[in-house]
């Protein structure tokens, strides 16, 4: 499968617990993002890479979010003392960037439940 | 700042027309996509538009863009049961930046 992969699929941890999730992208994609989705929403960025450079950064990405890139491929997210509002899904995407149209795919996601 | 809205909640009947709106307020939007989310399953693309086109159409599926109003509008034509999933409406200023999603429209196809 050369699509995007996401590790676990589903984690479930205690408030105030560390998590790391992980994100495969397609091997040539050299655009990486992170997305988060609640129940009843679309998905809200978070951040995305170019290469291993983290180029933007969202309002919702609180200093508790920390996510790497170190050498262009796979990439981590790191939630520091989790809160029962980090249940979520969190969505990896990647995509080129070479001209014309470049579609972002997705992974499937981790599930996220902080109790 | 950027912001899709989109309706919640759509039902038809399997072999009628099914039309989701949505609008959205940047207007340096120059990508907008139409996505299909199954339960349990993946993002999908389903198709998009480029900014300086008004309408494409890809078999079923016809996207109407005003660029005026800002308003976008996706139709199933013949809607199937297997069209029942959310559809996000969603667009980015370029197709590699981070994109916005609408809150998503849930299709419910009655036999």
């Known amino acids: 499968d050369t699509g995007v992969s996401q590790d676990p699929r589903h984690k479930i941890t205690k408030r105030g617990q560390n998590v790391t999730f992980r994100c495969d992208p397609i091997s ?15 998905p809200e960025f978070l951040t995305y890479f170019q290469n291993e450079a983290q180029l933007e950064k969202s309002r919702l990405l609180s200093d508790r979010f920390s996510a790497e890139r170190p050498k262009g491929s ?4 790191e939630i520091q003392r989790t809160e029962q509002g980090d249940s979520a899904m969190y969505l990896c995407a990647s995509s080129a960037t070479s001209g014309g149209f470049n579609e972002q795919f997705f992974g499937p996601g981790t599930r996220l439940t902080v109790l | 700042g950027e912001d899709v809205e ?7 009947r399997e072999g009628d ?10 207007s340096s939007s120059t990508y907008l996509y139409w996505y299909k ?15 300086n086109m008004d309408m494409k159409q890809d078999q079923r599926l016809t996207v109407l863009l005003n660029k ?12 199937q049961t297997g069209d029942s999933a959310i559809y996000f409406c969603a667009e980015s200023e370029t197709s590699y930046d981070k994109v916005i999603f609408g809150p998503g429209t849930s299709l419910s196809v009655i036999p």
Do not use: M
Not at chain 1, 28 to 42: A, D, F, K, V
Not at chain 2, 68 to 78: P, T
């Open chain 2, 37 to 51: 989310q199954e339960p349990g399953a993946g993002l999908q693309l389903l198709t998009y538009i480029f900014s």
């Open chain 1, 74 to 77: 796979f990439s981590t997210l």
């Open chain 1, 28 to 42: 040539e994609h050299n655009r990486l993002y992170w997305y988060r989705q609640t129940l009843g929403q679309g």
């Open chain 2, 68 to 79: 005026k109003d800002k308003h976008l509008s996706l139709r199933i034509a013949d809607t």
């Open chain 2, 6 to 12: 989109q309706s919640l909640f759509l039902s038809v």
């Open chain 2, 17 to 26: 027309s099914s039309v989701i709106n949505c609008t959205y307020t940047d």
